[in-house]
């Protein structure tokens, strides 16, 4: 036969607080059932209490109770025992006619019902408790020996994948436990993420998670806030993403100086191996394996783009490009051109003035030697008249 019992919301801890198995109602239900099997109007000396009492830390829980005597008596005092103390000498949790403390309330009373509350129960509380009285003649005292069991409970959450990785894509379903002796009572929840209240729902599920659903989770029951669980981690593991360097799209270094470009990225777990690239016409060589990129006395071979490259176990990521121009790369070489360039004009100059002067004299010695020879033609005719 299932018992049920109720608790309420206490603000007195922090850790309060509270959880509700049954509603008031059934609890009354209960107490008033007790009432009747007992025989309360009968003659007989009894105590009835349910045999198994469940709460959850935090919560208050009430043990109903009832209690009957021969008709005619008058109860005088009324008192509750844990097994830890002996159950007819004591001590006894409270003797005073009220018995309200700020951890044990008496709401009974000295007639028939015998319910005792206790407030925001802790582990150390579970165990067996009886109930005694006695009355006004000499031997009129009772005690129903065969006491009610407290068992504490933890609100727990189960996952749905066990202890496995959880990876970006996969689905985790999340259910709030709140049972006794593995008997699991369907009840309303609220689902917190690190603290903060994201939805009210029977299970919490996750469907293709990511970077952004990891963190700690936690269940309370709707009606009692103050009584949560303990917390489950969800860490979602992905592949390096966000791969970035240092350096702009293009960066300027003097000719000898030195550059060091930092490469980063998002990944979990961490990445584990950097690698940088150069590509040097159209190859692509490796330049480093660290997360740095150091290059000492830049030189013009050092021209280029790079790009670095992050690797966990879940896959790579490439970073954009990099180019890198060393600075009087290109006025030097615009040196070198021009200076070949002079040389060249010089070296033509040179031989268009050497082709000049030998034409010339080549010119001058082929004009003077018909003129000598045409004068002597002419003379000698004259010389012969």
Same mark, same amino acid.
């Given at each position: 036969m299932a018992f049920c019992t109720l608790t309420k919301i206490e603000n007195k801890k922090l850790t309060g607080k509270s959880f509700s198995m049954c509603s008031e109602h059934r609890t009354l239900t209960w107490t008033l059932l007790l009432l009747l099997l007992s025989g309360a109007l009968g003659k007989e000396w009894d105590v009835k209490y349910p045999p198994v009492i469940c709460a959850v830390k935090g919560s208050s829980v009430v043990i109903p109770c009832s209690f009957h005597y021969p008709y005619g008596l008058a109860v005088q005092n009324v008192m509750w025992a844990h097994e830890?103390?002996?159950?007819?000498?004591?001590?006894?949790?409270?003797?005073?006619? /009220?018995? $309200? &403390?700020? %951890?044990?309330?008496?709401? *009974?009373?000295?007639?028939h019902n015998c319910s005792l509350k206790i407030h925001s129960v802790e582990h150390n509380d579970r165990?067996?408790?009886?109930?005694?009285?006695?009355?006004?003649?000499?031997?009129?005292?009772?005690?129903?020996?065969?006491?009610?069991?407290?068992?504490?409970?933890?609100?727990?959450?189960?996952?749905?994948?066990?202890?496995?990785?959880?990876?970006?894509?996969?689905?985790?379903?999340?259910?709030?436990?709140s049972s006794c002796s593995g008997l699991n009572r369907p009840s309303a929840f609220l689902w917190f993420k690190n603290g903060e209240l994201i939805t009210e729902e029977p299970s919490l599920r996750l469907s293709n998670?990511?970077?952004?659903?990891?963190?700690?989770?936690?269940? /309370?029951? $709707? &009606?009692? %806030?103050?009584?949560?669980? *303990?917390v489950?981690?969800?860490?979602?593991?992905?592949?390096?993403?966000?791969?970035?360097?240092?350096?702009?799209?293009?960066?300027?270094?003097?000719?000898?100086?030195?550059?060091?470009?930092n490469c980063s990225s998002d990944a979990n777990p961490p990445v584990e191996n950097y690698t940088w690239f150069r590509i040097h016409s159209d190859?692509?060589?490796?330049?480093?394996?660290?997360?740095?990129?150091?290059?000492?006395?830049?030189?013009?071979?050092?021209?280029?783009?790079?790009?670095?490259?992050?690797?966990?176990?879940?896959?790579s990521q490439n970073s954009?490009?990099?180019?890198?121009?060393?600075?009087?790369?290109?006025?030097?070489?615009?040196?070198?051109?021009?200076?070949?360039?002079?040389a060249a004009a010089v070296t033509a100059l040179l031989i268009a003035l050497a082709v000049v002067t030998v034409f010339r004299k080549l010119n001058k010695e082929g004009t003077s030697a018909p003129e000598v020879e045409c004068v002597e033609a002419i003379q000698v005719p004259l010389s012969v008249y």
């Open positions: 830890r103390n002996n159950f007819y000498t004591g001590p006894f949790l409270s003797e005073i006619n /009220s018995m $309200k &403390s700020s %951890k044990f309330e008496y709401v *009974g009373d000295k007639h165990g067996e408790y009886a109930f005694r009285f006695t009355t006004n003649t000499e031997n009129g005292i009772w005690t129903g020996s065969e006491g009610t069991r407290l068992s504490i409970i933890d609100l727990k959450i189960k996952r749905s994948n066990g202890n496995r990785t959880t990876n970006e894509g996969d689905s985790v379903e999340l259910t709030c436990l998670v990511s970077s952004s659903s990891s963190g700690n989770y936690s269940c /309370s029951l $709707k &009606s009692h %806030k103050g009584t949560t669980s *303990g489950i981690n969800i860490n979602v593991e992905y592949g390096p993403k966000n791969t970035t360097t240092s350096a702009g799209p293009s960066v300027e270094v003097d000719l000898r100086s030195s550059i060091i470009v190859d692509i060589e490796r330049v480093g394996n660290k997360s740095e990129l150091y290059i000492i006395e830049v030189s013009n071979g050092d021209n280029g783009q790079y790009f670095c490259r992050a690797t966990n176990k879940h896959g954009s490009f990099v180019t890198l121009k060393v600075k009087g790369y290109f006025s030097y070489s615009i040196s070198i051109s021009i200076i070949i360039a002079a």
